[in-house]
């Protein structure tokens, strides 16, 4: 640089024949051959931004800025801010000042301000006499650069799709996610997913982004020639529309006329038997769809697909299997109902023939057992039926279950309370899990409780749904265990998975009542309102980072943020979902999802484990947890399952859901018979296992103790048995699990 600037200083300014200052050639060429074998671009600058030299690449690249023919002569002498207007106040105008000013080489990339503009990597060296910038063009470098970190993003994007499509859930709420997914990603206005209708003439906009209100799940476009869409069905590939006024190919739908639309790419989506419709983008303004645009809208389209087909194969499993259970109830009912009707007739006719007193009193007993077996056999044939009928009104159903119910206990009086008009109408699968806890709930009753009257009241304050059976019977003691068995646990099941807690209250000689409230599905926040979410996360980076995520996404407040049980306790009123992590500094924080049902029965929560301890996540889900999230999952991902909780999905599977609530039961029952266990030892057997937790031996616990060796070994005969364990080592192990004794 310093053989750089001495020739430049040598290139000043002279004055002409009048006096005037005027900016002279390099008289010697050495210094010109020297600047013009640079390979980069090369000029410079005096203190007065006026050019002092620009070597032939240079004057190339800026021919091109200008958009117009220049000469050496044209940019000599000429200040640079004045020929470039459009880089004043931009980052190059602040870094040539910047090196100027301070004196100081830079180095740095950026694009040149206009339309398309190149980048540039630019390399800056200040000195008295003014500034030399040496640039190459790196515009190719960049644009693969956007180019591969596009790619990377797309395929992110459909990665994350296709987990959403393998987690279940409703097609719906997938393809609204899809086209915001496309929207974000081809940097367009519109998007949509419009669904071929039965008969194949039209397509419904299922899903969309951009469009007027009441657009999505009302407009319908032709499927033919009318319409992108309709042509894109009958095309074997992507579509793609640069200008839509001269488009001579297909018509123009209403629907892109009216939003100005003037491109667009669409591709089909495949389904079970024939395309299931169109994923289309469209822009207001001109725009070249490459290759890569359709090809990332087929990845997505097939996303769709495989989702929808999965939705369509269950939807004909489920079919399948009602039918089957269809069939299976009516055999029951018309063959082994009669069958067993037939029995008990036969048996209580033989009863009333028969002289022998022992053998009568063995066939009335046979009698009954058969009756009971035909009660149970109703029980089964009405339970069949019920996801068949899951589209009758609520009330007709239950009306249907407790007249069953009435002839199976004649004696039982058993009344029905039903209050507004909430279920006036079909509940559909939440009606029928509601009916099979209500059914369990009568069961018990009927067989356990002795009473003679029954009440089923259900009724819907607000926005909540609540449910009570209650009996007159008598009754028992909750602190003692009481009745707790299948049918109790199959009801707390069930009311879990609704989003419920159920409650059983009762006391000696005073009846029993179960008891649950619920949100109905569908009654939680709407598509227009807001969902306000509680982040409880004592990491402050990752809650920042998590409400970051959902500030930047449509819908979504977030009503409050706590870094502890107790902090979060005080933030529960208003809450529809929160985002508990559950190892807080101040205990587990599942505990925090009663308190939040307390204040609000509908609100939902999702639980975050940095853990993958299974006892752990069963004991959230039990606690009521409609999700569990690895801590280490993307923020796009808590936010989605929030989204889709939202919307009424399910985020576990049921079977796996069943299975962590019966783990949390078995683990509960361990935890009550360990306790019973340690009770039953002895301040001396505590003695001798603290002892042995201190690492002594036999002789050295004897011999702190006062005792012979002998009777240690007795009292650890006895820890054993007690314990239930085979050796010292278990013994110690269960001691310290359970908090017995310290080690030290």
């Known amino acids: 640089m310093t053989y750089v600037t001495t020739a430049l200083r040598r290139r000043t300014t002279r004055p002409d024949a009048s006096g005037r200052r005027r900016y002279c050639r390099m008289p010697d060429r050495r210094y010109e051959d020297v600047f ?44 640079v801010w004045e020929m470039f207007p459009d880089a004043v106040g931009t980052t190059i105008y602040r ?46 470098r960049k644009r693969a650069q956007e180019e591969a970190e596009t790619r990377a993003h797309r395929q992110a994007v459909l990665a994350e799709l296709g987990k959403r499509a393998l987690a279940g859930g409703d097609a719906s709420a997938l393809m609204d996610d899809a086209v915001a997914f496309v929207a974000r990603a081809l940097g367009v206005e519109y998007a949509k997913v419009v669904e071929l209708l039965p008969g194949g003439e039209e397509l419904l906009v299922r899903a969309g982004v951009g469009w007027d209100e009441g657009v999505v799940g009302r407009t319908t476009e032709g499927a033919d020639l009318g319409s992108q869409a309709g042509y894109t069905l009958l095309s074997e590939g992507p579509v793609i529309v640069e200008e839509l006024s001269t488009e001579t190919r297909f018509g123009r739908p209403p629907l892109l006329v009216e939003h100005g639309v003037v491109g667009g790419a669409t591709v089909a989506i495949p389904g079970w038997d024939g395309p299931f419709g169109v994923l289309g983008a469209h822009t207001g303004g001109r725009r070249a769809f490459t290759e890569d645009d359709a090809n990332f809208l087929q990845g997505v389209a097939n996303v769709l697909a495989m989702r929808v087909e999965r939705e369509e194969a269950q939807e004909e499993l489920d079919r399948v299997r009602e039918a089957e259970r269809s069939r299976v109830a009516r055999d029951l009912h018309d063959e082994a109902l009669g069958d067993l009707t037939y029995a008990v007739a036969e048996a209580q006719h033989v009863q009333s023939i028969c002289t022998e007193e022992e053998a ?6 046979l009698a009954a057992a058969l009756k009971r077996v035909g009660e149970q056999l109703r029980g089964a044939v009405y339970d069949l039926r019920l996801g068949q009928e899951r589209e009758r009104p609520f009330t007709d159903l239950l009306d249907t279950l407790v007249e069953l119910h009435r002839t199976m206990a004649p004696d039982l009086r058993i009344s029905t309370d039903v209050r507004d008009g909430l279920l006036s109408g079909p509940l559909g699968e939440t009606g029928t899990e509601l009916l099979r806890i209500i059914g369990e709930a009568l069961t018990n009753a009927r067989r356990h409780s002795g009473a003679n009257n029954v009440r089923v009241a259900v009724w819907s304050p607000g926005d909540t749904l609540s449910v009570e059976v209650s009996d007159d019977g008598r ?13 109790t646990r199959g009801m707390r099941e069930r009311a879990r998975l609704l989003g ?39 990491h402050a980076a990752v809650r920042e980072a998590i409400a970051a995520a959902f ?28 985002v508990v992590d ?15 049902r307390g204040v609000n029965p509908g609100a939902q929560a999702i639980v975050l484990s940095a853990n993958p301890d299974r006892a752990e996540i069963a004991r959230a889900v039990e606690a009521g947890a409609a999700g569990v999230l690895n801590k280490m999952a993307h923020l ?5 399952a929030v989204r889709r909780l939202q919307a009424g999905e399910t985020l576990m599977p049921l079977q796996e859901a069943v299975e962590l609530l019966r783990f949390a039961g078995s683990r509960r029952e361990e935890e009550h018979e360990a306790r019973q266990a340690i009770g039953r030892l002895t301040s001396r057997e505590v003695e001798v296992l603290q002892a042995l937790a201190e690492g002594l031996d036999s002789g050295k616990v004897a011999e702190r103790l006062h005792i012979s060796v002998k009777t240690e070994r007795n009292h650890t005969t006895s820890i054993l048995n007690k314990l239930g364990v085979h050796s010292r080592l278990q013994a110690l192990v269960f001691a310290i699990r359970h908090g017995v004794v310290r080690v030290r």
Request: hydrophobic share 35%.
């Open 475 to 487: 009754g028992f003691d909750p602190s003692a265990g009481g009745p707790g068995g299948t049918g």
């Open 95 to 140: 870094k040539y000042h910047e090196a100027v000013r301070e004196q100081k080489a830079t180095e740095f990339e950026q694009q040149y301000p206009s339309p398309d503009g190149p980048w540039y990597e630019m390399r800056l060296y200040p000195s008295e006499e003014g500034l030399s910038i040496y640039s190459c063009d790196i515009t190719e």
């Open 551 to 578: 500030e930047q996404e449509a819908g979504f407040e977030v009503a409050a943020q706590a870094g502890s049980l107790e902090e979060a306790r005080g933030m529960l009123e208003g809450v529809d979902v929160a």
């Open 360 to 365: 009568a009193q063995r066939l009335g007993r």
């Open 582 to 596: 559950l190892g807080l500094p101040d205990g587990f924080g599942g505990d925090l999802i009663r308190d939040l």
């Open 36 to 79: 013009e074998r640079i390979t980069d671009l090369f000029h410079a600058f005096d203190r007065g931004w006026r050019f002092t030299y620009v070597n032939d690449r240079a004057l190339l690249a800026l021919r091109e800025l200008k958009g117009e023919e220049l000469a050496r002569e044209d940019l000599l002498g000429k200040n």
């Open 636 to 640: 796009n991902e808590v936010v989605g």
């Open 500 to 538: 419920a807690d159920l409650r059983v209250d009762s006391a000696p000689g005073e009846g029993t009542t179960v008891r649950f409230e619920m949100a109905p599905r569908g009654e939680r926040a709407g598509p227009d309102e807001e969902v306000r979410v509680l982040l409880v996360e004592d």
